[in-house]
């Protein structure tokens, strides 16, 4: 359904797309909405709640929230410990098979990555007065890694840390000089979307990191990219991720080698001072 809305975006009129983004983020929850409640919620008449449905292909309201109600139970499994491989292919030396489908996972994103989108992310980067990550669960740990790569080559950067102080309380002190890279991955943090869109509404540009074109965050992101995450266990694989990662520290320093040298001289001069102090 999310890929059906997200065809039709583009054409749908400017006073819609709020019903459109409405629907997007909260699929899960239609089944137990009726049009009223969607109504009040969505600040849209009845009237434009049934037009919406129609420019979509349905009758009205009641067959859209029919057809989500079937998606949804086709899409409800018990977790699985080996979602992605066959049963067949257990009996594969696992040190293999975990490395080509992440060998897959690397070689899938190389092609969903867009060459001018990734441009625009590293010339976001490199013209932001300060870089924020931001991400939970694995992604939380992701958010720290590319902090400490882009420090690494001169930029400031630093990650929103998971603690008494929220995404939304570190979020408030940021301009629209400065730029948020969220990290987002299934199954997907509510606080990370929310907060990505409390900057977009602060005018804080943000860059995601997901695993889809259609994953909630993309809908409050500047510019995305798309990773493929796919594990043979229920957790995410990092291993793409990882590559992208180092691809843009890499290309950050590539593009503004003056500044990676002099921080690193720099870095290199503390090293000295420090080591002379212990010895």
């Not at 059906?4 to 629907?23: E, H, M, N, S």
């Not at 899960?28 to 909405?33: G, K, R, T, V």
């Not at 493929?228 to 950050?252: D, P, R, Y």
């Amino acid at each position: 359904m999310k890929d059906l809305i997200l065809a039709k975006y583009d054409i749908i009129p400017k006073k819609q797309k709020k019903l459109a983004d409405y629907f997007l983020e909260n699929l899960d929850a239609i089944p137990f909405l009726n049009i009223y409640e969607i109504s009040e919620a969505t600040q849209s008449s009845v009237a434009s709640i049934v037009r919406f449905t129609k420019r979509l292909g349905f009758k009205g309201y009641s067959e859209f929230k029919s057809e989500v109600t079937q998606s949804l139970k086709k899409s409800l499994k018990k977790l699985e410990m080996f979602p992605s491989i066959k049963t067949e292919q257990l009996k594969e030396y696992t040190l293999n098979a975990v490395a080509n489908q992440d060998i897959k996972n690397i070689n899938d994103t190389l092609q969903l990555i867009n060459k001018d989108t990734f441009d625009n992310v590293i010339d976001l980067i490199l013209k932001s007065e300060r870089v924020f990550t931001m991400g939970l669960g694995i992604s939380y740990l992701l958010s720290q890694i590319l902090a400490y790569q882009l420090n690494q080559v001169g930029i400031d950067a630093s990650f929103f840390r998971n603690d008494a102080s929220s995404f939304f309380d570190q979020i408030l002190f940021a301009t629209n000089r400065d730029l948020i890279i969220a990290f987002s991955f299934p199954p997907y943090s509510v606080d990370t979307i929310e907060a990505a869109k409390f900057a977009k509404d602060k005018k804080v540009p943000v860059i995601s990191i997901t695993n889809k074109i259609s994953s909630p965050i993309t809908f409050h992101s500047k510019h995305s990219l798309i990773v493929k995450s796919e594990n043979m266990l229920f957790t995410n694989s990092f291993s793409a991720i990882s590559v992208l990662i180092n691809a843009i520290a890499t290309e950050c320093a590539k593009r503004d080698k003056k500044r990676a040298e002099r921080i690193l001289k720099e870095f290199n001069q503390i090293l000295e001072k420090y080591n002379q102090v212990i010895t």
